[in-house]
């Protein structure tokens, strides 16, 4: 495990050596950083993504099955970052590469892919991510991969909330934080909450979100965020 104080702009980079055949995890803990993940390979091509709407209060997870064995590269770019912003990432032990992990990857894709589009930052890019993150939560369920399940359902019922469909939101963000709860991600369960209360609001239930945006700080509090 490593951690590190970050900067916006920065770019931060670590070396590992993988065997062909294993499956390659790592978490990157997000502690006021915004971050986007990339694995290079020996060749220096790009091999895999991650890079999530959840801004600073998050993590990101990366799995890779490593084909040829060699020097592998990961980049952490950081987007945006809070004063005293820092990350910690840690690596899964080496172990076989398995089905399940290569529906885990599929789903990670998905993720992928959408973040893509969410780059380019207009109405369009937005909705077409949303499609992404809804196949993401399919994939996921079907794959009984809970946490990119829930993590699934808050990119969902964030995209929902910033394309007007707040009733649908609500209930995407209200499973979300159910599930991170049970899952033990208690920053992630208040980001849902969060997001949960101005969805609410959004629908002209003002009480009803406050009471949402206060679980949420408990939260918050309760995580030493």
């Known amino acids: 495990t490593i951690s590190r104080a970050v900067a916006a702009g920065e770019t931060h980079l670590f070396s590992t050596a993988l065997t062909a055949g294993e499956l390659f995890e790592v978490r990157a803990d997000e ?27 998050g993590a990101e997870i990366l799995s890779w099955i490593v084909e040829a064995t060699g020097e592998y590269r990961l980049e952490a770019r950081v987007v945006a970052a809070s004063a005293g912003a820092s990350l910690i990432v840690s690596a899964a ?31 369009s890019a937005k909705v077409a991510a949303l499609a992404l993150f809804e196949g993401a939560l399919g994939a996921a369920r079907a794959a009984g991969e809970r946490w990119l399940e829930a993590r699934s359902l808050l990119a969902v019922g964030w995209l929902e909330s910033a394309t007007g469909r ?25 980001r849902a909450l969060d997001w949960a209360g101005y969805a609410t609001q959004a629908l002209g239930r003002h009480r009803e979100g406050a009471g949402f945006h206060r679980r949420a700080a408990a939260l918050w509090r309760s995580a030493g965020a």
């Open 31 to 57: 502690l006021g950083a915004d971050l986007a993940l990339g694995l290079y390979g020996p060749d220096g091509t790009r091999l895999a993504g991650m890079d999530g709407p959840l801004g600073g209060q």
């Open 93 to 123: 032990a080496a172990q076989p590469a398995t089905a399940a992990a290569a529906r885990r990857i599929a789903v990670q894709s998905l993720f992928g892919r959408a973040g893509e589009r969410l780059e380019r930052g207009d109405a």
């Open 166 to 190: 707040s009733g649908a939101a609500l209930g995407h963000l209200e499973e979300s934080a159910c599930l991170w709860q049970e899952l033990g991600e208690a920053r992630f369960a208040a």
